[in-house]
């Protein structure tokens, strides 16, 4: 009599040899840091300190926005097991506020990250030229509009095609 | 697109609560049957009863105000 073979539930799942056991990451434990109280008390005397300041203030210099100098910190908290993603999103904009405190309190000038780019990208209008030559639309220069040749209607015969007029 | 640093939106989106927790204003009840400011069925939630979003709220506009001190300041003296 023939058996059908049946899949093994137990079988490690492909890759889980290159992991580690559950429990090791320190996302994986419990947190440091569970309120933003907590976090907050972490943080800010951090980056009173005057050597932060210090960096801090050249990378703001350097043209980093706050939004990401805030979002950095958070996240790198977070692999390191101080607190929650959800801890880190209540306080990242007061992040964002404190440094933006502190930078004006120095008189520095610094992209806070808010300002929307809406200028066209140059990679965006080469990516709509390529996807309009994939849809067979031949002819387009994009300096020069006119080039855009429109299909006439072609003449329908027939007993049921519509009289000129 | 994917979000890759959601900052920008929060941020927003916390300005966005203060400024409409600004605008609310209780109206007053007047009348007879409205409920006199004495009465005793007012009641001010503590920090801790707030919701952690609340907390951060408060925090946040703390640190706001502050800034906005140092701003104005600054533009007086310039």
Known sequence: ???IEEPSIDAPIPGMGMTH???ARPWQNAYQFTTIEEALDFYIPRLSSEEVRRKLFDVLEMGIPVTSVANSMQLSAVMEGKHSVDVGMLIIPILMEFIMLMADEV????DDGMKKDKGLRESSIDLAMSR???AGIKGLDPDKKDTVETKEEEDTKGLMARRKA | MALTNPAPVLYQNLLNYIKGKKEIKKTPSTGMMGFSES???KSKKSDSELS????AANYFKILKDKREEIKNGNNRRT
């Open chain 1, 1 to 3: 009599m023939a058996t």
């Open chain 1, 21 to 23: 056991e559950l429990g």
């Open chain 1, 107 to 110: 008189g520095i000038e610094y």
């Open chain 1, 132 to 134: 309009l030559e994939q």
């Open chain 2, 39 to 41: 009465t005793g069925f």
């Open chain 2, 52 to 55: 952690p979003a609340e907390r």
